[in-house]
């Protein structure tokens, strides 16, 4: 059997640190789950009887290790921080317009706005300068204002 690359060895504190977080019981089961995946690996549990004892696949057994050995300590049983970046469709000046432009009269032959409407109405805008926005993007925006487009009074 190959000697294992990633050795989990817990100090007191951490170990007291794991032992403390599953006995409150507080967090999510896959927090609690990576927590037990350290203390059986730290006892010499091979990673099959880990992931049998605690049903949960080999891989992630594994993964849990490299995480110890590489980020240092129990932080290897936090949540991986998200790796992609949303950039902002609109502008603090494009939203404004677009508050505005919610708050006018609907176009005529229509009762009031729809995000569809307002998605391509903002965009045909000479002030803004964007080529598409979707309607979910419009509806983010009126939700930060608390605006309500079936609301009579909106304006």
């Not at 817990?10 to 032992?19: G, N």
């Not at 129990?74 to 992609?84: L, M, W, Y």
């Not at 509806?139 to 009579?152: F, W």
Request: glycine share 6%.
């Amino acid at each position: 059997m190959p000697k294992k690359k990633y050795i989990v060895d817990l100090t007191e504190a951490e170990r007291e640190e794991l032992e403390t977080l599953i006995s409150s019981g507080v967090d999510s089961a896959r927090k609690l789950t990576r927590a037990r995946i350290l203390l059986k690996a730290d006892e010499g549990w091979t990673d099959k009887a880990i992931a049998e004892a605690l049903d949960v696949g080999r891989a992630t057994v594994e993964r849990v290790r490299k995480r110890f050995v590489e980020w240092g300590g129990i932080s290897a049983i936090e949540r991986r921080k998200p790796r992609r970046r949303y950039e902002r469709k609109l502008d603090g000046k494009a939203e404004a317009h677009l508050i505005a432009l919610a708050c006018s009269a609907p176009p005529e032959g229509r009762d009031r706005w729809t995000l569809r409407l307002l998605a391509e109405r903002v965009v045909q805008l000479a002030q803004v300068d964007i080529e598409s926005v979707s309607h979910e993007t419009v509806r983010q925006v009126l939700k930060k204002t608390s605006l309500n487009l079936g609301d009579i009074n909106t304006g």
